[in-house]
Nanobody
Framework: QVQLVDSGGGLVQPGGSLRLSCAASGNIFSIYTMTWYRQAPGKQREWVAT???????NYADSVKGRFTISRDNAKNTTYLQMNSLNPEDTGVYYC???????????????RGQGTQVTVSS
């Protein structure tokens, strides 16, 4: 069974940094696009960043220049390095990935459980 586990969240002061991780495990044949989303209290889910299997990245304007998405294919993991954090970055961060499990040609979307990021002084 394939699953994603998000980690790395916490409480940080404005201007600080955090690195989130999203690790996929299980019988995996291939992982395609991986994406980070976030959801602040009382707000809709917001797309943050995406990385393709080839390493192409895209960012929301609100995080461009501050956040960096990367992936380690050997570890089936994607990372979100977040710098210059501000209170507006507070929320639950989720990883989403398109994964083809072993013994199937079907590609499904999987989501992590989320990790809380709180930016506050």
């Amino acid at each position: 069974q394939v699953q994603l586990v998000d980690s790395g969240g916490g409480l940080v002061q404005p201007g600080g940094s955090l690195r989130l991780s999203c690790a996929a495990s299980g019988n995996i044949f291939s992982i395609y696009t991986m994406t980070w989303y976030r959801q602040a209290p009382g707000k809709q889910r917001e797309w943050v960043a995406t990385i393709t299997s080839g390493g192409t990245t895209n960012y929301a304007d609100s995080v461009k220049g501050r956040f960096t998405i990367s992936r380690d294919n050997a570890k089936n993991t994607t990372y979100l390095q977040m710098n210059s954090l501000n209170p507006e970055d507070t929320g639950v961060y989720y990883c989403n990935a398109y994964i083809r499990p072993m013994a199937t040609t079907r590609v499904d979307t999987y989501r992590g459980q989320g990790t809380q990021v709180t930016v506050s002084s």
